[in-house]
């Protein structure tokens, strides 16, 4: 490098910066932990100033010892990628004064209501890519193509996240078919496609024939492929985090897609300049880091377009309308920066009867984000 005089000195060395993930499961879950690790490597793959390791199946009771790990290796920065994780990385942050942690799926809120004590580090941040405005675009088709009028839905825990998102499915499913039922299975567990097959299998038993889930693998989709191959009888279900419509070409309708790279590439940037943002980051449709698809660009399995376009409901904004230019119509809206839809919005009554919503009114971002703890009527919740 020449300066203005011609006298030849080194070039500035370029900021270097080394991140850890933290991983519930495994890579290979082609799910949850498959889409952070696809994330993780598109960006170590863009920025040659990035070094990233990470660590697998790590039990949300080894997550300091791991945190702690990173960090004495050389780690700026770590993301934690479970809710379980919640606790054990603020605490670290305490720890840490001098590095940075991003935990994913939790906030301030949140631990606060865990642990009973304030939340303080100023150098934890948080962050989601939230799928509950596509969970009720999946269940606006679930309650158009029933055969039974009953759903299922299999959930690895019932944290806010997951209610959350099996309410806006139950949402779109009565908006088409009032008559609809919900049964909802709980696995205990993120990741045990074992589990989740015979959840799957009960709600079969029970006569759901479109199946949406919140957990770590593609055994929902698979079992509904197997079913309709024995069978012949079809049992829908959606790409959950990554495409999985190669598993389930039969059933898989359309799904909810992420990209966490879109989160990854910001947090970095600003981390690799020493910015924390010790706040929630709640990405939905309109950011880009979701997408409605059953494979990526492809918002619905056109297999099953025809049959969407043939079921007609009435709208009290577009009046007499396909269920598909519905849902065509809600996902532009839902693109908007000005979102002028909003699925919570009253009357909505729980499953014991009880008015949760008046009419017109809207739930509350910190109540949908953290306090998801009822379900919609005409839901069988888990035992």
Request: one cysteine or more; proline letters at 5%.
């Amino acid at each position: 490098m020449l300066t203005e005089a011609g006298i030849e000195t080194a070039a500035p060395e370029e900021k270097k910066l080394k991140a850890g993930f933290i991983y519930v499961g495994p890579p290979g879950d082609f799910g949850w932990t498959y889409g952070h690790d696809r994330g993780r490597t598109i960006v170590d793959d863009k920025f040659d100033w990035l070094e990233t390791v990470t660590a697998e199946s790590v039990a949300p009771a080894d997550t300091g010892d791991y945190i702690d790990s990173m960090f004495e290796d050389g780690a700026d920065i770590v993301f934690t990628t479970s809710f379980g994780y919640l606790e054990p990385t603020v605490k670290k942050g305490e720890d840490w004064p001098n590095k940075m942690l991003y935990h994913c799926s939790g906030g301030p809120l949140p631990y606060e209501q865990i642990t009973g004590e304030e939340f303080k580090s100023n150098n934890v941040g948080f962050y989601f890519a939230d799928f509950y405005q596509i969970y009720y675009m999946n269940g606006l088709m679930a309650g158009a193509l029933t055969e039974t009028n009953k759903i299922g839905y299999v959930a690895a825990h019932t944290t806010s996240e997951v209610v959350r998102h099996l309410d806006a499915f139950m949402l779109g499913a009565k908006e088409v078919n009032p008559d609809i039922q919900m049964k909802v299975v709980e696995t205990g567990e993120w990741y045990d496609p074992g589990a989740s097959t015979t959840a799957t299998e009960t709600l079969i038993s029970w006569g759901a024939d479109s199946i949406a889930f919140t957990v770590d693998s593609p055994a929902v989709v698979q079992t509904c492929q197997s079913h309709y191959e024995e069978t012949g009888e079809r049992v829908y279900s959606f790409s959950h985090y990554s495409p999985m419509k190669s598993q389930g070409s039969d059933v898989v309708l359309s799904g909810q897609l992420v990209k966490w790279e879109q989160l990854y590439e910001d947090l970095l940037l600003k981390a690799r300049s020493g910015v924390i943002e010790n706040f929630q980051h709640w990405r939905l449709l309109q950011s880009g880091a979701v997408e409605m698809g059953s494979a990526w660009n492809e918002p619905i399995n056109p297999e099953f377009v025809d049959d969407l376009q043939a079921e007609t409901v009435t709208d009290p904004v577009f009046g007499e309308i396909s269920v598909y230019e519905l849902i065509m119509n809600r996902l532009e809206q839902f693109k908007q920066l000005r979102v002028n839809y909003h699925p919570f919005t009253g009357p909505i009554y729980d499953s014991e009867g009880n008015l949760k919503l008046k009419e017109g009114q809207i739930l509350h971002q910190d109540n949908l984000r953290f306090g998801m703890d009822w379900y919609i009527e005409g839901t069988i919740p888990p035992e």
